[in-house]
Every structure is written in C-alpha cells, then in structure tokens.
C-alpha cells in the first residue's frame, strides 16, 4: 500500500493551490479597483459573485475528475452545464454594477 502512495504533491493540490492564489490576488484587485473608481456596490452584488465563483469551482473539480478519470466526454457536458451558468451569474453582477454606476 505505502509503495503505490504518490505523496502529497500532486497535480490537483498543485492545481487548487493556483486557483487560490488567483482567487486571492483577483478578489483583492477587484476591491481595489472598485475602491478607485467608486463604484457603488450592493451586498447581492456579492452574494451572486461569490456564488458564481463557488459554482465555477465546483465546475473545475468536477471537469478535473472526469478528466482524471478519462472520460472527456462528460468533462466537457460538465462544463457546459454548470460552467456557462457561473459564467453567466459573474456577467450579470458586472452588468447590474456597470448599469447603476454609468453617468447619465
């Protein structure tokens, strides 16, 4: 059992150590630039980004595993299926924040 244990350092810890990172370093430049800009945010504002972020994480894991698996066919239903909706959710904040902050 121990001589078929890959260790610690794989692929996927390495792969969800970089997507942290982004998602730390994306979140703090976000808020940055919100900060300089001033643009008005509202609490569902983040409350749908978060969940658009969530779901795009569950749709990274899950595209992962499939491949990880070799089954591509079902990664990339995966993808389409819970992908696009995260994708869709985190343009729909940014939209809703562009539309109450433009200068009329």
Do not use: C, H, K
Request: charged share 10%; net charge positive.
């Amino acid at each position: 059992m121990i001589e078929n244990y890959s260790g610690m350092w794989t692929g996927g810890l390495f792969l969800w150590m970089a997507i942290i990172l982004v998602i730390g370093i994306g979140l703090t430049l976000l808020v940055r630039w919100l900060r300089d800009r001033s643009l008005r945010t509202t609490w569902y504002d983040w409350l749908i980004v978060l969940v658009g972020i969530f779901l795009l994480l569950f749709t990274i894991q899950n595209f992962y595993g499939s491949w990880a698996e070799g089954v591509p066919q079902a990664s990339w239903m995966f993808a389409l299926v819970t992908g696009l909706p995260s994708l869709v959710l985190l343009a729909i904040t940014a939209v809703q924040i562009w539309r109450r902050n433009r200068t009329a």
